[in-house]
């Protein structure tokens, strides 16, 4: 007879839990009960490990299901989870908090987005498809904690992978509390527990563990610099989604009106979280005062070169020694309100002022730093070709994403070749590149430098070939 563990199990505690001598949850050696939430990284791969396995024993309407219960709970419970976020991270905008929750749970790419491809012919048929890793190991960043965390998750599993992840300390307690409620709903459904895994108290140490570990296939990592340099050095296959410093370019032929809406719209959104957002603006000499005349319209606020200057001295500051001494965002100024910043300038502004921006060369740190602040500087041009060379000296061969307002179409032309990004936008606000007021499909991590840009669930699986050799090619020579 089969014993049906989890349903004992459940029962049991729920006896015990009503004679008030337990909680309504009780472990087990496979850790159902745990809901995901982990303080070591053995622990936590094991549970994700046998997690796998029984999915693997599923079909494609469970993970079609478990998605369902994922997407369900970052949409109908966006509000809750972010406040919660915002309230932790303290950087960023409670609208967008609440809103990327909602996007990634109606957004990301699930089994849909799985196939497979076929061969036949003379000699019979070889069929393609798409095999999970096992366990991936993903890191994810303060910008963006849960919201990164559903939408690996969704593609992670609608690949049939299970997920351990290391999120950012400081966005640690959201991340795991959405974990816990995404793990509780899909073992109240289909009974298999830590699907996604969280490490509860995040560290270096702790991701180097992940990259080092054997039950560990893949790794997934969403993050700055010197994680994205990490991965880069781990022994085992790294997916690295890196920084950026998107510039946007606006010529002669713009329609500024819509270019300044645009650099609004992607500038300002989570307070310039986004690694797409529009970072420094390279903009033809001829219509660069109309264009900040079109920012201001649209409800941008311009700085004076004195008022710039004491923004840059408050939240901008030089870290490291001899060759490594380089600028970087302050942590006190990263995502905050455009009217904190601008009081740190010197200037006061309506509190729900979106973006303020202001006329600097390009020595300014604000052009070279990935500042994630809704500060954004204008560097005046003399002409297009100018304007597209610097865009690529400032976007730091991140090939991440780059932006262009034109009506020429030799000089979208020329921008596009000439950044080689994964993303280049035309037109358009940074976020309209993942389908949002464009064409396309939705994901938080791009992955620049390994290649496998917007990830999807195809990008985390192995491919395998099956062959049958003369047969099963029913279009083949009749009478064989
Ligand atoms: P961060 O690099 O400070 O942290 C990212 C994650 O890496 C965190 O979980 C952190 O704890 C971990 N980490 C940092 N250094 C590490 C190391 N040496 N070894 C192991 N783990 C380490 O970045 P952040 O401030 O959380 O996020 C913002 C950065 O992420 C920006 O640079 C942004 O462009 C980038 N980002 C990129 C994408 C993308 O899709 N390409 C998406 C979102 C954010």
């Known amino acids: 007879m089969q014993v049906n563990e989890s349903l004992i199990r459940n029962v049991v505690a729920q006896v015990l839990a009503e004679v008030g001598q337990a909680p309504a949850v009780v472990p087990s050696r496979n850790h159902s009960g745990r809901f995901g939430v982990f303080h070591d990284v053995d622990e936590a791969v094991v549970a994700a490990r046998h997690a796998f396995e029984q999915l693997s024993e599923r079909g494609m309407d469970d993970r079609r299901k478990i998605i369902e219960h994922i997407r369900r709970i970052s949409i109908d419970q966006c509000v809750e989870l972010g406040t919660m976020e915002m309230n932790e991270t303290k950087i960023g905008r409670l609208e967008h908090k609440i809103d990327k929750l909602k996007t990634l749970g109606q957004k990301t790419p699930g089994v849909e987005f799985m196939n497979s491809s076929v061969y036949s012919g003379d000699r019979g048929l070889a069929v393609v498809e798409h095999a999970p890793f096992g366990v991936i190991g993903a890191i994810t960043p303060v910008t963006h904690s849960l919201p990164t965390i559903t939408g690996n998750s969704v593609s992670m599993i609608a690949a049939g992978n299970s997920v351990v992840v290391n999120p950012h300390p400081s966005g640690k307690k959201v991340a795991a509390e959405g974990v816990r409620r995404f793990n509780q709903a899909i073992y109240e459904d289909i009974g298999i527990d830590n699907l996604i895994c969280v490490i509860a108290e995040p560290t270096i140490e702790s991701a180097d563990q992940m990259f080092h570990h054997r039950d560990i296939a893949l790794i997934c990592v969403t993050g700055g610099p010197a994680v994205a340099r990490a991965a880069l050095g781990c022994p085992k296959r790294a997916i690295v989604a890196g920084p950026g410093n998107p510039p946007v370019v606006v010529d002669e032929t713009a329609d500024l009106d819509r270019a300044a809406r645009s650099i609004i719209l992607g500038g300002a959104y989570d307070n310039n979280l986004l690694c797409i957002a ?203």
């Not at 009081?343 to 303020?356: C, D, H, N, Q």
């Not at 994630?372 to 297009?384: A, H, Q």
Request: proline share 3%; hydrophobic share 40%.
């Open 278 to 480: 529009e970072k420094e603006v390279f903009v033809v000499a001829s219509v660069a005062d109309q264009l900040m005349q079109a920012m201001e319209r649209a409800g941008a606020v311009r700085l004076n070169s004195g008022e710039i200057d004491r923004l840059t001295t408050a939240a901008i500051a030089t870290v490291g020694e001899g060759a490594d001494r380089h600028d970087v965002a302050s942590r006190d100024f990263l995502g905050q309100d455009a009217a904190d910043l601008a009081r740190a300038a010197g200037r006061s502004v309506p509190e729900g002022t979106e973006l303020i921006f202001g006329e600097t060369d390009e020595s300014s740190p604000f052009v070279s730093v990935e500042q994630m602040m809704p500060f954004i500087p204008f560097v005046r041009c003399t002409n297009v070709d100018e304007a597209i060379d610097k865009a690529r000296q400032y976007e730091h061969g991140y090939r991440h994403t780059a932006i262009i307002h034109s009506n020429d179409i030799r000089n979208l032309t020329r921008m596009g070749r000439v950044m080689d990004t994964t993303l280049f936008v035309k037109n358009g606000p940074c976020m309209s590149a993942l389908g949002l007021g464009g064409e396309g499909y939705l994901s938080f991590s791009i992955a620049g430098p390994t290649g496998e840009g917007v990830t999807t669930p195809m990008t985390f699986t192995r491919e395998r070939r099956c062959s049958m050799i003369d047969d099963l090619w029913i279009l083949g020579r009749q009478g064989v």
